[in-house]
């Protein structure tokens, strides 16, 4: 059975950084694409950032580039979401998810997280 869970969500204020992880179990995890999508209160999901299976290419939601990193440690069965200069605007539940292909659209991937809050205050 699949499992995929998120934790490192939280209250920071603007300006502050979180650093989210996702591990991923009952699945190879290097035949794998990976990606984190958010959805924010009233909002469509929004695919927030991508990398492919080997981490050598990532894509990002224009609006985050520069402040978030994509990676990941194969050895580990893990994803990361750095994110810094945090916007009121990125608040939202991040969802982690593993998939087939590498887009920034929710149909390109076959296993999803809880999710985890993030908040961020002006």
């Known amino acids: 059975q699949v499992q995929v869970a998120e934790s490192g969500g939280g209250l920071v204020q603007a300006g502050e950084s979180l650093r989210l992880s996702c591990t991923a179990s009952g699945l190879i995890y290097e035949d794998y694409h990976m990606a984190w999508f958010r959805q924010a209160p009233g909002k469509e999901r929004e695919g927030v950032a991508c990398i492919d299976r080997r981490g050598g290419s990532t894509n990002y939601l224009d609006s985050v580039k520069d402040r978030f990193t994509i990676s990941r440690d194969n050895a580990k069965n893990t994803l990361y979401l750095q994110m810094d200069s945090l916007k009121p605007e990125d608040t939202g539940m991040y969802y982690c998810?593993?998939?087939?292909?590498?887009?920034?659209?929710?149909?390109?991937?076959?296993?999803w997280g809880q999710g985890t809050q993030v908040t961020v205050s002006s």
């Open positions: 998810a593993a998939g087939n292909g590498c887009g920034l659209y929710g149909r390109d991937y076959n296993y």
